[in-house]
């Protein structure tokens, strides 16, 4: 290629490359602390919370290059599940915190065909259970642009045990806490949409750990292609 083309390819691309990640936050059904949101203050973020019910009121494809759920609804009617979905078919990026691996429990395929795991509640056994304030200790198990970064490090942060996990799922991260089952974040299951699902992030003390600020933005840039 002449030098002169290259340069001007160069010059051309820069500024798509540095338009930061349109992240769309959905929030709603659980409380949480405020300092939720230090992790996206980050200028190669640009993020717009949207809690429910208006969350998912419309297809936000165009829209959004990747959705942060930090939600937790029990259920969402036809149409928003629809537009969740056109989300993911678009090849979306979907970054699942914590809490939102307990939405839609009654939707097989939000746990089984994204996510990728799922908290198990009641008539389901065995019932998943939850433990705050665990000192967890995480091991990185796998070299991804989402653990890059990242060493084995220890969180004041909550735990959830018996959860559905799917065999299928890529673990990047682990932890030998008792009160856990031992994956506690991996690389979700849809063939077009990058999903990543990180447990940690329950308050304050997860909140402001900069690993787990690393890891969201790691996941949010991983998501949309970036990293
Ligand atoms: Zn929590």
């Known amino acids: 290629m ?5 340069l001007a390819l160069v010059l051309m691309s820069a500024p798509l490359l540095a338009q930061p990640v349109k992240t769309l ?6 409380d949480h602390h405020p300092a939720f949101y230090t992790a996206f203050d980050d200028p190669r973020l640009a993020p717009n919370v949207d809690p429910h019910p208006v969350a998912f009121r419309k297809d936000v494809s165009k829209r959004y ?25 678009a090849g979306k990026g979907i970054v699942v915190l914590h809490h939102a691996i307990c939405s839609h429990s009654q939707w097989p ?19 998943s259970t939850y433990k705050h304030d665990e000192q967890v200790k995480v091991s990185v198990v796998k070299k991804h642009p989402v653990t890059e970064g990242v060493d084995d490090f220890i969180i004041h942060d909550e735990t959830y045990k018996n959860m559905w996990i799917s065999p299928k799922v890529q673990v990047l991260l682990r ?4 009160t856990a089952d031992g994956p506690i974040a991996w690389i979700g299951l849809h063939p077009k949409a990058r999903i990543v699902y990180l447990q940690l992030g329950h308050d304050e003390n997860a909140h402001r750990n900069p690993n787990f600020q690393r890891l969201v933005r790691n996941a949010i840039l991983w998501a949309a292609g970036r990293n």
């Open 2 to 6: 002449l030098p002169q083309l290259r």
């Open 25 to 30: 936050v959905v929030t709603g059904g659980h």
């Open 65 to 89: 290059d990747v959705a942060v759920l930090y939600d937790m609804v029990p259920e969402m009617d036809d149409a928003r599940r629809a537009n969740l979905k056109a989300f993911a078919d």
């Open 109 to 127: 395929w939000y746990s089984e065909e994204l996510v990728g795991g799922r908290y198990r509640f009641a008539p389901e056994t065995p019932l």
């Open 175 to 178: 932890t030998d806490n008792p």
